[in-house]
């Protein structure tokens, strides 16, 4: 009960960390407005929270049921890589909204895409499919 509990919460964060701010930032991307850059910065906090209980409740789980294996060692690289592409985004968002600039935030955040998509690929693959490493 516990272990699903913990899945549960698991699976919330991970829509929350990969959804919230990606539906601000198409808004951000559309209206180009200072208020929707607030709006999107507050996005970003909820999203830092959900990105922070994801490996939480991800190691919760691994002592749980499946210990130390290689396909766990994996999904916590992804992690930590994924980690930097956050504090890089939390970066541009901070220095957006103090310079109120938003193209820097679009033009930064474009470029930090494609990691983020590959990264989202990665985890997904690793947590379905569990390769043995």
């Known amino acids: 009960m516990l272990y699903e509990a913990a899945l549960s919460l698991h699976l919330t964060c991970f829509a929350g960390w990969s959804a919230l701010t990606l539906g601000g930032f198409y808004v951000l991307r559309k209206t180009r407005s200072f208020d929707a850059l607030k709006a999107y910065h507050d996005l970003v906090r909820l ?25 766990i060692a994996l999904a916590l690289v ?43 690929i990665l985890m997904i693959y690793v947590m379905v499919f569990k390769p043995q490493l």
């Open 78 to 120: 992804i992690s930590i890589f994924v980690g930097v592409l956050e504090a890089l985004h939390i970066s541009l968002v901070r220095s957006s909204i103090y310079n109120k600039d938003i193209e820097s935030l679009i033009k930064g955040v474009d470029r930090l895409a494609a990691l983020f998509t590959i990264s989202y």
């Open 47 to 71: 999203e830092v929270a959900a990105a922070i209980c994801l490996p939480a409740t991800g190691m919760f789980m691994a002592a749980m049921r499946w210990g130390f294996q290689g396909w």
